[in-house]
């Protein structure tokens, strides 16, 4: 998900009274900018915004400044092949996320590096599911380090969440106010972790937060109290697949219920063509590749754990038409509006990644093998874009919100659940390719 800008404002050294004064007479001074810069000519103007940018993104840091060169520099589609095994890539992002669990002294994961604020705070959120990736990747490496860090998230999840049982939205430095769909999130990585280690705790915490969501979700299905910029979304379809595994969980069954109801809700959004109303972060824009996999995601999952061809047919609408649009063009847009009219201006990574991940498993369940094939396309480009080399352990291993860099998404920052969405796709590839040979 998306986090919102965050500008700190540095203390002074004569400690906390000099820093309020500070941040106190910053309004004036920057209106009093703000004025003498309207007066310039506008070609001027333009040059300093982008001065000023260029030094609140820190682009005078060797590691940021050879970003953006190479990003700019860049062909759109991506470089010509991959510098490594997909083994390689796996291992680097996964001491990537390392990186951000350390940065954070190992309480949940850091959501992002920023290139203006380096390291952020931790986000319960994507931590919540990276526990499932880390557990996938511990075994699949044979990292036992990287399963003592799950259990450990799993541990710091649980002193996180409020006392109503949901977790809290954005990072942990914001005063915390419950979230739907990042308690989905964090059940579903708490599940996965009762599964690993056997502790009740895990479980039981997981249930708590179902229990709210139930509560918060309104009769037709939606949830529109606790969520993000105050809207209903059908993007929450990956709140609802935590909620049906959680009823196989626990046996309890109103969290399938639930469930249902809210995909019920979510598919009458979808149209012929696969497009889904209410799948953007904000009202009226349009919707990110990374919420339009979400969405596909929750209904294809959901299905499988169902065993229904109910909610996979609707998970392959929208797959089948994004398909379409990466045959034809060799690569999606960040963001479609309805009527698939694309913003080829930036590749949303992490949607990018995420698509990859549906396809795979959208060929694993249906046999398709257009999926794989786009699939296997697709993660080439995303992991074409992250540097194995790198002298600096904020990069290496890293994946950026959008490519080219500056692109609107995670704008000059690279996400965690970036990522972990591309180790889950590159693991989900594997698979598939394991199977592939065992048929032939």
Same mark, same amino acid.
């Given at each position: 998900?998306?986090?919102?800008?965050?500008?700190?404002?540095? =203390?002074? =050294?004569?400690? +906390?009274?000099?820093? *309020?004064s500070e941040t106190a007479n910053q309004p004036v001074r920057a209106g009093l900018r703000a004025r003498a810069v309207r007066r310039l000519p506008s070609r001027l103007q333009a040059w300093l915004r982008?001065?000023?940018?260029?030094?609140?993104?820190?682009? !005078?840091?060797?590691?940021?400044?050879?970003?953006?060169? &190479?990003?700019a520099r860049a062909n759109p589609s991506g470089p010509a092949r991959p510098e490594g095994e997909r083994r390689q890539y796996v291992r680097a992002l996964v001491d990537w996320l390392k990186r951000g669990h350390d940065a954070v002294?190992?309480?949940?994961?850091?959501? !992002? !590096?920023?290139?203006? #604020?380096g390291w952020s705070a931790a986000y319960p959120e994507t931590t919540g599911y990276i526990i499932n990736t880390c557990? #996938? *990747?511990?075994?699949?490496?044979?990292?036992? @380090?990287?399963?003592?860090?799950? &259990?450990?998230?799993?541990?710091?999840?649980?002193e996180v969440q409020m006392p109503e049982g949901a977790w809290q939205s954005g990072l942990t430095t914001v005063p915390p106010v419950p979230a739907v769909f990042n308690t989905g999130q964090v059940i579903q990585g708490l599940i996965a972790a009762h599964r690993a280690f056997g502790h009740a705790r895990y479980l039981e915490a997981a249930a708590r937060g179902g229990r709210w969501l139930v509560a918060n979700q309104d009769v037709d299905g939606a949830w529109r109290r606790h969520t993000y910029r105050g809207f209903a979304n059908s993007y929450s379809t990956r709140v609802a697949w935590p909620l049906v595994d959680l009823a196989r969980a626990t046996g309890e069954r109103r969290?399938? #219920?639930?469930?249902?109801? !809210?995909?019920?809700?979510?598919?009458?959004?979808?149209?012929e063509s696969g497009w889904f109303d209410h799948c953007s972060l904000e009202p009226g824009e349009p919707a990110l590749t990374h919420t339009l996999a979400y969405t596909?995601?929750?209904?294809? #999952?959901?299905s499988v754990l169902l065993g229904t061809d109910r909610w996979l047919r609707v998970a392959q609408r929208?797959?089948?038409?994004?398909?379409?649009? /990466?045959?034809?063009?060799?690569?999606?847009?960040? *963001?479609?509006? &309805?009527?698939?009219?694309?913003?080829?201006?930036?590749?949303?990574?992490?949607?990018?990644?995420?698509?990859?991940?549906?396809?795979? &498993?959208? /060929?694993?369940?249906?046999? @398709?093998?257009?999926?794989?094939?786009?699939?296997?396309?697709?993660? %080439?480009?995303?992991?074409?874009?992250? %540097?194995?080399?790198?002298?600096?352990?904020?990069?290496?291993?890293? +994946?950026?919100?959008?490519? =080219?860099?500056?692109? =609107? /998404?995670?704008?000059?920052?690279l996400p965690s659940w970036a990522?972990?969405?591309?180790?889950?796709?590159?693991l989900r590839e594997e698979e598939a390719l394991a199977g592939l040979e065992d048929r032939s």
């Open positions: 998900m998306g986090v919102s800008q965050k500008v700190g404002v540095a =203390p002074s =050294p004569n400690g +906390v009274g000099a820093a *309020a982008a001065v000023d940018d260029a030094a609140h993104q820190r682009l !005078y840091r060797p590691l940021h400044f050879l970003t953006l060169i &190479r990003d002294g190992g309480q949940g994961v850091a959501a !992002y !590096y920023g290139f203006a #604020e557990l #996938e *990747a511990a075994d699949r490496l044979g990292d036992p @380090d990287l399963a003592a860090r799950a &259990r450990r998230l799993a541990d710091w999840e649980l969290f399938e #219920e639930a469930a249902v109801r !809210y995909l019920e809700w979510a598919a009458r959004c979808q149209d596909m995601e929750g209904f294809l #999952e959901s929208t797959a089948d038409s994004l398909l379409h649009r /990466y045959e034809v063009r060799r690569h999606l847009a960040g *963001a479609y509006d &309805r009527g698939w009219r694309g913003d080829h201006s930036f590749a949303c990574m992490t949607g990018c990644a995420q698509v990859g991940l549906v396809w795979c &498993r959208l /060929y694993q369940v249906t046999g @398709d093998a257009r999926y794989l094939n786009a699939a296997l396309k697709i993660n %080439d480009f995303v992991v074409t874009f992250i %540097d194995l080399r790198s002298a600096w352990p904020e990069m290496r291993g890293a +994946v950026k919100g959008s490519h =080219p860099v500056w692109g =609107p /998404y995670m704008r000059f920052r990522a972990k969405f591309t180790v889950d796709s590159l």
